[in-house]
């Protein structure tokens, strides 16, 4: 049974720095490209990062580009996502999810991931 699990989540003062961590079991790790989501209340899950199953290929969403860096640990089964210098508008649950891939090409759609975490909950004061 495939399970992620996300930490790091907080509250914070914006331009505050935070990673987030997730945890992956129950899967041949290395053979999944992994991405972050977010999802704040009222609107869509929204795409932020996405890694390759290399780690070679990185991507990220429009709204944290140039702020914001996806790595990942495959001997520990962990994907982070490094935030810097953020913003109310970062407020949202933050979601880890994984996608079985051997290509370098990245996904940012919420429905071509196949399993999710139950998500962290970050929150950025003004």
């Known amino acids: 049974q495939v399970q992620l699990v996300e930490s790091g989540g907080g509250l914070v003062q914006a331009g505050a720095s935070l990673r987030l961590s997730c945890t992956a079991s129950?899967?041949?790790?290395?053979?999944?490209?992994m991405a972050w989501f977010r999802q704040a209340p009222g609107k869509e899950r929204e795409f932020v990062a996405a890694i390759s199953f290399s780690g070679g290929s990185t991507l990220y969403g429009d709204s944290v580009k140039g702020r914001s860096s996806i790595s990942r640990e495959d001997a520990k089964k962990m994907v982070y996502l490094q935030m810097s210098s953020l913003k109310p508008e970062d407020t949202a649950v933050y979601f880890c999810?994984?996608?079985?891939?051997?290509?370098?090409?990245?996904?940012?759609?919420?429905?071509?991931?196949?399993?999710w975490g139950q998500g962290t909950q970050v929150t950025v004061s003004s």
């Open positions: 999810t994984g996608r079985r891939s051997f290509s370098g090409i990245l996904r940012t759609n919420v429905n071509e991931y196949d399993f």
């Open positions: 129950g899967l041949t790790f290395s053979q999944y490209s």
